[in-house]
């Protein structure tokens, strides 16, 4: 089992910058990736961005050059940097960890970005 807490969301105005992180307990060596995702109202979740336990990344072609995941191994945590934001971007956004068996969520973190 794997458990992951996400923090770092909030309100935050057109063009400016948040960085959420995602902090794994539990079996942490069986993860191979995590990443990223987010769900705006009324839509499916979708992708953001993705880091492979060799540092490999994925990046949905909405964010690239604007976000950048990253992960340090010493605490087990996660982190997305989100610049230049736009209203788009608004939507609750989930970590992920994934085992060779199974995905494991985190409960979800609000951004929220104003005109």
């Known amino acids: 089992q794997v458990q992951l807490v996400e923090s770092g969301g909030g309100l935050v105005q057109a063009g400016g910058s948040l960085r959420l992180s995602c902090a794994a307990s539990?079996?942490?060596?069986?993860?191979?990736?995590m990443g990223w995702y987010r769900q705006a109202p009324g839509k499916q979740r979708e992708l953001v961005a993705t880091i492979t336990k060799f540092d490999s990344t994925n990046y949905a072609d909405s964010v690239k050059g604007r976000f950048t995941i990253s992960r340090d191994n010493a605490k087990n945590t996660a982190y997305l940097q989100m610049n230049s934001l736009k209203p788009e971007d608004t939507a609750v956004y989930y970590c992920?960890?994934?085992?060779?068996?199974?995905?494991?969520w985190g409960q979800g973190t609000q951004v929220t970005v104003s005109s």
């Open positions: 992920n960890a994934a085992t060779f068996t199974s995905n494991y």
């Open positions: 539990g079996s942490i060596f069986n993860i191979r990736a």
